[in-house]
């Protein structure tokens, strides 16, 4: 059923007139362009447009296909009216490489898709949002033909049948007005080079799994670009797909089943890498966070610990492994050097520990703070699954994105680490320290981009060995293990007034709402990482003073662990400083910074083993952060033989104290003494006899770091 002259006649005045009041100074200056080859969208908002006119909405509904080639004429036509009129010199070919790409659907469910549409869709125009997992070269399209009637001589014009994956099929008899009937037709371009072509390129899009419901796998589809669109997007890309649902077939063949498959022409498409991270970044969520820092101005890592309390706060304490994951999500700041080489700013991490200690928590509730980030497992992971895989489909082959790409500029938490094959786990190096993976299979020779942090969690062979080194523990071979920038082991020991705590806050307490005790909500941590995203703190002089004379002390340390100590150590203290600094909303990186990089990297460096008998695991969060960072301020700098820096650092500290006594504040909520309210979002217990376990294990960890740092310094 085709629209009536009236109908095109109505949707043409409306939509003129829009392009008159909105896109007058756009198609102006897109004619300007002196490059008759260049396809250029003008962006067509359907709100706006529908609003104008209701009846417009319908006929579109209805007559997808009719109306958006309605559209591209009334767009030539306007374009050269508007030149003509201007004084340009803009030819009809050059007013042919206008296109209307619509966006700005109403959501509903008739227009706005976060899954695959259905057979039941077939000819209505959608939005479908997913994730690019495969993309073809792009090719050269003839998609129209002129052919001659052998009888009448009448040339007449045929377009490629989309349906029939563009095959020409000519009329079955002569189109002459007069009606020859002939149905002996020659193509006139036949043996010599196509007269008219257009860019053309597949893709294959996915739904995204976090938006399925349970159980659901996810499912994919083909969508086909053209012109501009060509190229638009990458594997791995977050996608919004405009256009019609159609449905195509090879050729007819006597004795053979037809396939039939579903595809999605697109007129538009738009890449949401930074559209969601852009939405909850509103001035008001900015202003928030601002008064949020403006309270604890006089206290800034109480600050900082509460937001580590809404960090994961399912798991109990465990300071140190929240304070590292909340480093690896901020990461630093990537640098390019004068030769142009660039040294990654991304942060990797690897949790190793006993079974039930809480590594899997950390990587699910990380992968759902980023806004891409990929969740997988060693077991069964190849390295074509974690990198790029080529597929062969249709007689072509093509290239898969695996886990790493499609987690670009975003995180990859990978559980059983060590499952891994070792063949498979060579793959990654690349990915992981130049943050690119070099492809060379089926005569396709390119480069991808991997820049992500990874978050691997891996459990040791049997029960953990603290005598034995770390790559003994988890087989893993020195070169990856060189490539985290942080290795925390996790011990199960067995401690009573620990798991009288852990038995408290599982069984009795589970039903307390997080929001009760002041704990982030979920949305607005995610906007929270994606705000300190945007800045680039830069190294002060103290801080580059201190992660220096702790590389350079660790290098000489009779027992240092050669796959750790490597000039990598260097650029991950500088990573984690700077991360440190983002976590706590600065634009310098302080001294402050520095210490809780060099704490947690000795923590790291150390691997759990050689802290006596403190475990990272039991370490909790301080009932007073600010006398906790002085006595860790007070170690680390007097075994690093930096006097003036710390008697620096003490004086800011008693300003600060002698501030908050005059300005007192109760942001920072301490946890009740009654042991039967233990919070979930509280991850200390200030019972006398409890709350004295928690501080003292925080304690004696510092003090074990100051033993080791003494006894090489001397």
Not at 62 to 85: G, I, M, N, Q
Not at 96 to 101: D, E, M, Q, S
Not at 572 to 593: I, K
Not at 700 to 709: A, E, G, K, Q
Request: with cysteine.
């Amino acid at each position: 059923m085709l629209m009536s002259p009236d109908q095109e006649a109505l949707i043409g005045r409306v939509f003129e007139t829009y392009l008159t009041d909105h896109h007058h100074g756009d198609i102006l200056q897109l004619i300007a362009d002196t490059n008759e080859e260049t396809h250029r969208p003008v962006v067509v908002n359907a709100m706006t447009l529908f609003e104008a006119n209701m009846e417009v909405g319908d006929y579109f509904n209805a007559y997808p296909h009719d109306v958006l080639a309605l559209f591209d004429k009334v767009l030539h036509r306007t374009a050269l009216e508007l030149s003509c009129c201007g004084g340009e010199k803009t030819t009809e070919r050059m007013t042919h490489t206008l296109h209307a790409r619509i966006t700005g659907l109403p959501v509903c469910p008739e227009l706005t898709r976060d899954t695959i549409p259905r057979s039941r869709d077939i000819g209505h125009f959608l939005s479908v949002t997913g994730t690019v997992i495969r993309t073809s070269v792009a090719k050269v399209l003839e998609y129209e033909r002129d052919y001659m009637c052998t009888k009448c001589r009448h040339v007449f014009t045929v377009q490629a049948d989309f349906d029939q994956f563009y095959v020409f099929v000519p009329p079955v008899v002569c189109p002459h007005p007069d009606g020859c009937n002939s149905f002996k037709f020659s193509c006139l371009s036949g043996g010599s080079e196509p007269a008219a072509c257009r860019d053309f390129q597949e893709i294959k899009i996915q739904e995204q799994v976090q938006r399925l419901s349970v159980g659901s796998i996810p499912r994919a589809i083909l969508v086909v670009l053209e012109d501009d669109l060509v190229d638009g997007c990458k594997s791995g890309d977050d996608v919004t797909v405009y256009g019609v649902l159609c449905q195509r077939w090879k050729p007819f063949y006597d004795g053979t089943r037809c396939d039939v498959e579903l595809v999605l022409k697109a007129n538009n498409i738009e890449v949401n890498n930074h559209h969601a991270a852009a939405a909850r970044l509103t001035k008001d969520v900015q202003e928030e966070f601002e008064d949020f820092w403006n309270n604890y101005k006089h206290d800034p890592i109480a600050g900082g610990n509460q937001i580590l309390l809404s960090l994961c706060p399912q798991v109990f304490g465990m300071f140190v492994i929240k304070l590292a994951v909340a480093m690896v999500l901020a990461g630093g700041v990537q640098r390019v050097d004068s030769s142009g080489t660039k040294i990654r700013g991304e942060c990797h991490m690897l949790l190793v520990g006993d079974p039930g200690t809480g590594k899997s928590q950390f990587l699910k509730y990380a992968a759902k703070i980023m806004p891409r980030s990929v969740l997988t497992a060693g077991i069964g992971s190849t390295s074509a699954g974690l990198t790029v895989a080529a597929v062969k489909d249709g007689g072509e082959w093509h290239l898969e994105a695996g886990a790493l790409v499609l987690s670009d500029g975003g995180l990859c938490c990978i559980d059983e680490f060590n499952n891994i094959k070792e063949h498979d786990r060579i793959s990654i190096h690349e990915a992981m320290e130049q943050q690119s993976i070099s492809v060379a299979k089926a005569g396709m020779v390119c480069k991808l981009n991997t820049r992500t942090s990874i978050l691997a969690a891996a459990n040791p062979k049997g029960q953990y060995d603290p005598n034995e080194p770390l790559s003994v523990n988890v087989a893993l071979a020195s070169p990856l293990l060189s490539r985290f920038d942080l290795v925390l082991v996790l011990l199960d020991t067995r401690n009573a007034e620990w798991d009288n705590v852990i038995s408290s806050f599982i069984l009795e307490d589970r039903g307390l709402p997080a929001e009760s005790a002041g704990v982030w909500s979920m949305e607005k941590m995610k906007a929270y990482f994606s705000l300190i995203k945007r800045l680039q703190p830069q190294l002060s002089e103290e801080a580059n003073i201190i992660l220096t004379r702790y590389y350079q002390l660790q290098r000489r340390s009779d027992g240092r662990n050669p796959a750790r100590t490597t000039i990598r150590m260097l650029e991950s203290l500088s990573r984690l400083a700077e991360a440190h600094a983002r976590l706590m909303y600065r634009q310098t990186v302080t001294v402050e910074d520095a210490v809780m990089a060099v704490s947690v990297m000795e923590c790291s460096m150390q691997g759990g083993a050689l802290l006596g008998n403190v475990n990272a695991l039991l370490t909790s969060f301080p009932d007073d952060p600010g006398q906790q960072y002085q006595i860790q301020c007070q170690i680390l700098l007097e075994g690093l033989n930096l006097p003036l820096l710390l008697q620096k650092e003490t004086d800011r500290q008693t300003r600060l104290k002698s501030n908050t006594s005059e300005a007192p504040t109760d942001q920072y909520q301490h946890q009740p003494g009654d042991t039967n309210s233990i919070n979930k979002t509280h991850c200390h217990d200030t019972t006398s006899n409890k709350s004295d376990v928690t501080l003292d294990s925080s304690l004696d960890w510092f003090h074990s770091i100051t033993s080791s740092l003494s006894t090489d310094a001397e």
